[in-house]
Structures are given as C-alpha cells and as structure tokens.
C-alpha cells in the first residue's frame, strides 16, 4: 500500500483496546486482523485468512514474500523457552533459592534490594532479552521479600535491559546498529568507521544514558510518583507471609547454589566467547549458549544426586512451558509489527512523509526523536525502528546541513543518528506491544498492562528532559556534555520534589488520629 493515515490504524486498534481490555492478547489480535483486512482490500473474512496462513507463518518460520528465509524470530523464541528450561531447572533443584537467601543477607531494606536490581541489570549487558528474563526470574523472589511490587521490578529491568545493551559496545545490539550506522552513510557516498562513529553517538543518545541514571536514583532514594507510588505503597502495605531471616551459609546450601552458579557461568562465558569471535552472528550465540546453560542446570542436580534424572527433566520442560504465554504474545507483536512494515501498511514511510526537506537542520534532532519515538511506540520495535530510520535521517541531515556540514562528524548529524537510537528505545518502553515490554511483565510476574501505566510516567519524564534539555539544545551547537549534565540534574530535583516515600500518605494522617482522644474526652466532661 501507499502510505497513508490507514496504516495507523493497526497499531492505534491494539494499544487502544489493551487499556481499554485490560488484555494485551485479544488487543493485538484485533490489531493484527485490522491491518491483515486494510492489505487485503477491506475484506475481513480473507484477513483473517492470512493472519493464519501468511503472517504467523512468515514471523516463526521466517518465510518472506521474496522466498527468502530468516530465522532471527524462531532463534529468538528457542532462545526464550532455553532459558526458560534453565530457570526452571535452577528453581526445582534449589540453586535459586539459595542463591537468593545469599542475596537476602546483604540486602536490609528496600532501596538496598532495587539498587541490586539496577546493579545486576548493568552486569548483563550483552542481550536485553537476557537480561530481562534473567534478572526477573532472580530477583523477584527477592524484591517480594522486601515488598517491593512487581511493577516496580518490572520497570527497574525494563528500564535497565534496552538502554545498557544499546549503549554497550560488546552486545547483541552494538554490530546491528554499527551495520546501521555504516549503511546510512554508505547511501550517501560515505565511506564510515562504524565503530568509531557508534562511540561518538553515545553522548547523543540522550533517554538510554539519562534513564540508567534516572532508574538509580529512583532505586537509591526509595522515593516514587505517579501510578508507581500507589503500587509500591500497596505493595508495602500488603500482609506478606514473611520468611524468617538467613543467618549463615550451610555446607548444603553452598551445594545448591552451584546448581545454579554452574548454568548461569556457562550461560555467560559462552555468550563472551562466542560474541567476542563473532559479533554477526551474535542470536546464533545467544541460542547456542543458552541451551547448553539449560542442559547444565538440568545435569547439575542429577549428578550430585538432588534431583532425580526423571525430576530434573519434569522441571526442564516445565520451565520452557513457563515461557509459552511469552512468546504466544512475542509472535503476535512481531506480526503487527510486520502488517505496518515497509512492505505492508508502511506506517513508518507515512510519518516520515510529514516531515518534509524544508525544514531547519536544527530541528533534525528533535525531529529524529520524536519520529523514531512514535514508529517504536506504533510498531512495537526498536529494531524495527532503527531500521527504518537511520537510513533516512543520515541522508536528509546530510542533504539538509550542505556546505556547513563538519563532515561525518557533524554534531548536529551524529546527535540525529543519536536521537534515532534513543527515540527508539523511548518509544519502546511507552508501547505496550514492544517484545522488551512483554517480556519484562512475564519475568517479573506483573500484569502488563499494570507494568505499562506505572513505566509509561517516568519514561515520559525521561523522554521530555532528553527532547527539551538535549535535542534541542545540541542542534543549535550548544555544548552535549553540559546539557547532559542539566538533564541528569533536573531529573534528580523530579525525584525529590514529586517523589515520595511508600505510605507517606498513611503516615501524615497520624496526627489527626492523635487528637481523636482529645476530642472524646472533651465531650465527655
């Protein structure tokens, strides 16, 4: 199709009914027959038809319309249900309790354990889907201790994993957008370093930088505003079932924490190896070490006898059955996402439509990430998004900026190619269809569409200070490092002056409750 204001209606259809419903599946069903029904000339009866037959087809097998084939889905959906397998494994055993009691005796409140969650985000830097899922399956036994919600602990990986995997420059994430990088600028007769040029983005890429530091802080000060405070003081003032204190460290609890210290050691050598080796093939890395981190979580026990070989493999497989609601919704996001592709609906060409070649160059910035906010929030994608945009806003800065451009070092050019990397990620967290976004609610065990209203408020916060105190601002050649600088402190005087303690409200209403008596007696003379 021609682009048109149609082609976002699909993505509109399922955000709209996932609030509405309160039910991300049905949402993004709808969604998917909305666009399916618009390809195939209004006609909903042959939509659905190929929403089964060509769609879910095309993003597991990896069928595409040219008789290519990718499997970049199907590794990805193997590579979830792995380390499913591996959790699984790891919790039956013990290795995971243990190592949480482990966790629990250096942790003595509840800042303490959200900076830890923060900490360990940072650690897994190499793959955000790692990262999510690893770090929702560990520490949420931990945070449900420290009554710390679980829309807290989705926001604290969700908001970790995307920006330090984008930032890192071993990841999954940094030889896809370096291949970006050098493909924009090869479209306009440039011949790039794309490694070079990835590291002198980072300053630009505003929202990942400022929200690892905001996530931080919101862990450290313990304070929170918005949806997320009433969450975490409902959380706080739920009457858990407490478990009793860890003292010290058995001989038999040192044994079980090797059922899964083992996996995890293996999970991460392998993916350091295999990625250092080869960066191109890095989901092939990511699926191969995963399962051979599942296979080692699952001999493990069986070896020193914990678990018997029958109960270790009931446990593998049910772990990767744990992972099944995940990826049903993986899939449907993925199809959405290419029912407004640029070879369907092309809702990004649309929106890049608007934009026009007259503008000012130092608008691009601001520009890019605004646009690159609302084609990850409308398709669900960061990749996706990347994809699409990087390409372009390289060819329009540099037509756009002419003679006074500074070559390919241009400040104004790379903080676009910046803001097109953040605006992705941005957009990303506020959509309720992003694949990060599910897979962070199934890790941490927390309602999506909770986990989506209480992030979408600091994203938002996050979002404007990178548009308002950073895009802006750069494109008039103000210096990067100081407007950086302004946006890490605004975002921390938010905090303290919006942000407040859980039960803070219950505990202003005290000195009320005091004068009560008073009262009585008064009335009683």
């Not at 560990?138 to 995307?162: G, Y």
């Not at 065990?445 to 404007?464: M, N, R, W």
Request: proline share 5%; hydrophobic share 50%.
């Amino acid at each position: 199709m021609e682009p048109s204001v149609l082609s976002l209606l699909p993505p509109m259809v399922a955000i709209i009914l996932a609030v509405w419903w309160r039910n991300v599946l049905p949402a993004l069903f709808a969604g998917i027959w909305t666009g399916a029904t618009l390809l195939e000339n209004g006609r909903p009866d042959l939509g659905l038809l190929r929403l089964i037959d060509t769609h879910l087809l095309e993003q597991i097998a990896g069928l595409s319309d040219d008789g290519s084939v990718d499997h970049s889905h199907l590794t990805i959906i193997l590579f979830t249900l792995f380390l499913g397998a591996m959790i699984g494994a790891m919790s039956a055993s013990g290795g995971s309790a243990a190592v949480v009691n482990r966790i629990a005796q250096k942790i003595k409140n509840r800042q303490q354990g959200q900076t830890l969650t923060w900490l360990t985000g940072l650690v897994v830097f190499f793959d955000d889907y790692a990262n999510t899922i690893l770090i929702g399956s560990t520490m949420r036994p931990v945070t449900d201790r420290l009554k710390i919600s679980r829309e807290k602990l989705a926001f604290l990986i969700d908001a970790t994993a995307a920006p330090v995997a984008g930032l890192a420059v071993i990841s999954t994430w940094a030889g896809f957008e370096v291949g970006l990088i050098e493909e924009g600028f090869s479209g306009i007769g440039q011949e790039v370093d794309g490694w070079q040029l990835f590291v002198e983005t980072i300053p630009y890429r505003f929202y990942p930088v400022t929200m690892l530091i905001f996530v931080a802080a919101i862990a450290w000060s313990g304070r929170d505003y918005g949806p997320m405070h009433e969450a975490e003081t409902n959380a706080v003032n739920t009457q858990n079932e407490e478990q009793p204190p860890v003292s010290g460290t058995s001989k038999t609890e040192k044994q079980l924490m090797r059922h899964a210290i083992i996996p995890l050691v293996v999970l991460l050598v392998t993916v350091a190896v295999g990625i250092s080796n080869d960066m191109n093939s890095s989901s092939i890395v990511l699926l191969v070490a995963s399962f051979l981190a599942s296979i080692a979580a699952a001999t493990s026990p069986v070896i020193s006898k914990t678990l018997s070989l029958q109960q270790s493999t009931d446990a593998w497989i049910a772990g990767v059955k744990s992972m099944i609601p995940a990826c049903v919704i993986l899939v449907m996001a993925w199809m959405i996402g290419a029912v407004c592709d640029e070879s369907h609906l092309n809702t990004a060409g649309f929106l890049v439509s608007t934009i026009g070649e007259t503008i000012n160059p130092a608008w691009l910035p601001g520009i890019a990430f605004l646009m690159a906010a609302g084609v990850s929030f409308a398709t669900g994608s960061s990749w996706a998004t990347m994809t699409l945009l990087i390409p372009v806003f390289t060819s329009m800065s540099w037509k756009l900026l002419g003679s006074d451009a500074g070559g390919v070092h241009d400040p104004v050019l790379l903080g676009t190619i910046g803001s097109v990397l953040a605006g992705a990620i941005f957009g990303d967290h506020c959509s309720p269809i992003s694949d990060t976004t599910v897979l962070s609610s199934a890790a941490s065990e927390c309602d999506h569409i909770k986990h989506v209203s209480t992030q979408f408020p600091y994203a938002l916060t996050v979002g404007g200070t990178s548009l308002f105190l950073g895009c802006l601002p750069i494109g008039y050649g103000m210096n990067v490092w100081i407007w950086l600088a302004i946006q890490v402190a605004t975002l921390i005087a938010v905090i303290l002056f919006f942000g407040r303690h859980p039960g803070a409200k219950q505990k202003q209403l005290m000195p009320n409750v005091r004068r009560n008596p008073v009262v009585v007696i008064e009335a009683s003379e």
